[in-house]
């Protein structure tokens, strides 16, 4: 799975109060994300997480929240 989404933050103030997300990052147990996409089906951004060759959904966002993306620019 790759993504060119390399960081989602979430939330109205980017700087003070959104959550970031970015591929690489280590969360939840020793897992790390994978990759962020977005669904063509229902516009949600997921993020999927790693750990020990599994990778597993993690969490979903619907568009209706704010969102900020980060495209990786070596696609």
Do not use: C
Request: aromatic content about 12%.
């Amino acid at each position: 799975m790759s993504s060119i989404i390399r960081k989602i933050s979430i939330g109205s103030d980017y700087k003070n109060e959104a959550m970031h997300y970015s591929i690489g990052q280590p969360v939840y147990g020793g897992h790390v994300i994978h990759a962020i996409t977005l669904e063509d089906v229902d516009n949600s951004y997921n993020i999927y997480i790693k750990k020990n060759n599994e990778v597993l959904p993690w969490k979903k966002f619907n568009s209706n929240m704010s969102i900020s993306v980060e495209y990786d620019l070596e696609y």
